[in-house]
């Protein structure tokens, strides 16, 4: 049952003194001449190319096996052209939003994006082995992995005592909504949501962000597949560690079912995935 409270209003946000994030004057760009239909990969490139932390990221996720194929592309233009023009400013708003947030020196910060890169990238592999069975295509679960928990460095940013817990090496996760709530009068799932709306990204990937916490009801279509893919994610990623996933037992029979795996088959899946991880990795 879907229990999420109606997410706040950037407006109500400022008056707790939590600031959404701004996109980049580069994404601004992207989309206003990508809205024109007046473009190619060449102008494209020329407007990536102007934010060069983005442009060397975006074209480095690019060269992967798994959003360019077995072709590695040798220049920009030919990556936007190999990934095609909708991938290419999805990723391109995962990689803006981790050079927008927290580019400081602490290192929860910098523990926290490893983490969501990890998971964003499980969470690709995941989409792109079962799309044929969901439809939710690798770039935009790449965009949804990343963005996931993006409203945790915003809540950083605005109470300085919030990381805390972040910084133990064996944490996996972050503070439950029930303790942010408490302790904040705000959680990460309605920040990281509204993020997402004012990023302009896809409205199933913000109600993912929303509800990623449980797994939505089947009504919620796309947005249920791709919860159930950032799950199953965050599970190789507990796996991997060796550690404890609370929330797999409740949910991770829907997860299963969603995906159309079998649980009889599960173990032998879970453990291919965690080997491409780790290939991926080597």
């Not at 707790?16 to 809205?35: C, D, K, T």
């Not at 949501?193 to 990937?205: E, N, Q, S, T």
Request: one cysteine or more.
């Amino acid at each position: 049952m879907n229990t999420q409270p109606a997410p706040l209003t950037p407006e109500e946000l400022a008056l707790r003194g939590i600031r959404i994030p701004p996109q980049p004057q580069v994404l601004l760009e992207l989309e206003r001449v990508m809205a024109s239909d007046d473009y190619d990969a060449r102008s494209i490139a020329r407007i990536i190319e102007r934010d060069a932390g983005i442009a060397a990221m975006l074209f480095k996720v690019a060269r992967n096996p798994m959003f360019a194929g077995n072709a590695a592309p040798s220049t920009l233009d030919k990556a936007i052209i190999r990934l095609g023009f909708r991938p290419t400013l999805n990723i391109a708003r995962a990689v803006a939003l981790s050079t927008t947030l927290g580019q400081d020196t602490q290192r929860a910060y910098t523990m926290f994006w490893a983490h969501s890169r990890e998971l964003a990238m499980l969470a690709a592999q995941i989409a792109e082995e079962r799309v044929s069975v969901c439809n939710i295509f690798p770039e935009q679960a790449y965009l949804a992995g990343i963005f996931l928990k993006c409203g945790v460095p915003v809540l950083m940013q605005r109470f300085p005592d919030y990381c805390s817990e972040l910084l133990r090496e064996d944490r996996m996760d972050f503070p439950s909504l029930r303790e942010e709530d408490r302790r904040f009068n705000v959680d990460h799932c309605t920040i990281g949501y509204l993020v997402a709306r004012h990023w302009r990204l896809p409205d199933f990937i913000a109600e993912a962000i929303l509800h990623h916490g449980e797994v939505p009801r089947d009504e919620f279509g796309a947005t249920r597949s791709l919860v159930a893919i950032l799950h199953l994610a965050s599970h190789v990623r507990h796996s991997l560690a060796g550690s404890h996933n609370a929330s797999w037992p409740r949910y991770g029979h829907e997860v299963l079912a969603e995906l159309c795996l079998h649980p009889d088959e599960f173990p032998e899946y879970l453990a291919d995935l965690k080997e491409n991880a780790l290939t991926a990795a080597a």
